[in-house]
């Protein structure tokens, strides 16, 4: 199992080199080549949305991505650090346009990947995607 972890300053041109560096570890990893593409866009949006999430809440924490090569999934995890739905209470009233833009980025994700969890919180939200792996033995 290796374990590749990459942080970027919250701004958009840092996302074409995530997009890469997922698309080379998935490559390494077994990832078909047909799903590349899948992969790459998928990271796109979810890096483009913590990006998005860190720029409009003034966060300056880098985003956080982490690709994880197990024996038979390849998974990734984008994490921002920008409070969610438990601790939106607080801030100002939200913003219908970046609502509705960052429900369109979710969406195109669920559209990409079969598996994949979106989780909100007070420290932060994590979308975590995975792809079965080319190659893997199945279980008996």
Do not use: Y
Not at 61 to 70: A, G, K, Q, S, T
């Amino acid at each position: 199992m290796a374990i590749v972890e990459l942080r970027f300053s919250a701004q958009p041109e840092h996302v074409r080199t995530a997009r890469l560096v997922a698309a080379a570890v998935a490559r390494r990893a077994g990832v078909e080549e047909a799903v590349l593409d899948e992969v790459r866009l998928a990271v796109g949006e979810a890096c483009s949305r913590a990006v998005g999430l860190h720029l409009g809440s003034g966060v300056t924490n880098p985003v956080r991505v982490v690709l994880n090569d197990e024996e038979k999934l390849f998974s990734i995890e984008v994490v921002d650090e920008v409070a969610g739905p438990s601790g939106a209470a607080s801030g100002a009233a939200p913003d219908q346009e970046a609502e509705d833009e960052d429900e369109m980025g979710l969406a195109v994700i669920r559209g990409l990947v079969d598996d994949v969890e979106v989780t909100s919180g007070e420290s932060g939200g994590v979308i975590r995607m995975s792809w079965p792996v080319a190659g893997a033995p199945e279980l008996a």
